[in-house]
């Protein structure tokens, strides 16, 4: 028995050093996954040339966040959307600047937009809010190799099987002539273009419309936009419905109701007391729109009124402050007035804390999803039946004194 507990950290320690070490030591077990990924490449049409020629001296990247190496604890999330407040992420001083940029680079494509909304049903504002959101209108520089981050984190990520996929994608992207190595540029994350694609996205959403035989996302933005409205349109885009409405609150709602389980028709909203704040009009047809209601920030910030194609937008991104960040700015790039409510100022508990109040929450039966440290909408409900059934304060939102309530064990 001794034996064998042994075994284990020296393991993990010779694991360590060989990643540690570099490409000397590392690179034997990468370049057998290499091999094994022909037959598969193979099955994909993708030709011996382009495997060989795309895969000769790849070598992984150990430096990428998210990867799941041996001996190293797993890196906090970077991802804005989930480690900000609401107000730093939606910041009104960004939302403006980019309002404005918006409103000229809609004059300048007024033309291809217009022709993308009676393609795809989608406004040209929110085709233009997502691409300043992935790439600051193409000013955000990517300047990983896209098929190495890939390959890195098919090898020894945390979603194996998922960048497998990405990693034979990018390769049939490759093959196909669509793009070069060289410009195949992408996030950290393997995304690539000025509204960043997945390379399987880039495959099953990407748009001609020249006609000369590629979908050029990474410096046509007409196409880009395009790839864009595809996916949208695909995902189930209603044409001429908004993605959300600001809304007040009636006195004394009840916040476990801010969840997208809970639906009724935007008119039955009404009759309950919401308010639109925004002045924004719902037409006759809207009324009967089945809609949830959003509470990003609890009690201390803007709520909104969201049917089908707020959930559309988050097929796109999951997180709730992205389709928030989105939707925002296409309405400022299209009539410039900031929130009716303002975001108050909020602490976050760190992720380590949130993860136990959702196994607290979880353990009493509230709450039934994944343990993430990330306060979701159901996390937020969760944690109002809670408080309900604690007899504190209901505000859905995770403070230090609903921890500190859970640590004393109620």
Known sequence: MMFHSLRRPLLAAALSLLVLAGPALADA???RWLAAQWPAAQAMGISRATFERETAGLEPDFSLPDLALPGKPKAPDRQAEF???????VSDKAIASYAARGRTLAAQYRTQLAALERQFGVPGPILLAIWARETSYGGAKLSHDALRVLATQAYVGRRKEEFRSEFLAALKILDEGHV???????????AMGL????????LAYGVDLDGDGTANIWSNVPEALAATASLLKEK???????WAYEITLPQGFDCTQAEPEVQRPIG?????GVRIADGRRVTPAALKDEASIIMPAGPYGPAFLTPANYFVLKSYNFADLYVLYVGHLADRIEDDRPFAHDWEKIALVKTRDL????KV??????YAEKIDGKAGMKTRAALGAYQKANGLPVDCWPDAAVLAHMKKGG
């Open 361 to 366: 929450l979880a353990r009493e039966g509230f």
């Open 29 to 31: 077990g990468f370049e």
């Open 83 to 89: 480690v900000q407040t609401p107000a730093a992420y």
């Open 180 to 190: 070069t190595r060289a410009g195949m540029k992408s996030s950290w994350a393997g």
């Open 236 to 242: 189930g885009w209603q044409s001429g419905k908004r």
């Open 195 to 202: 509204t960043q694609f997945l390379p399987t996205g880039y």
């Open 355 to 358: 993860e136990f109040m959702q």
């Open 268 to 272: 039955e909203w009404l009759k309950r």
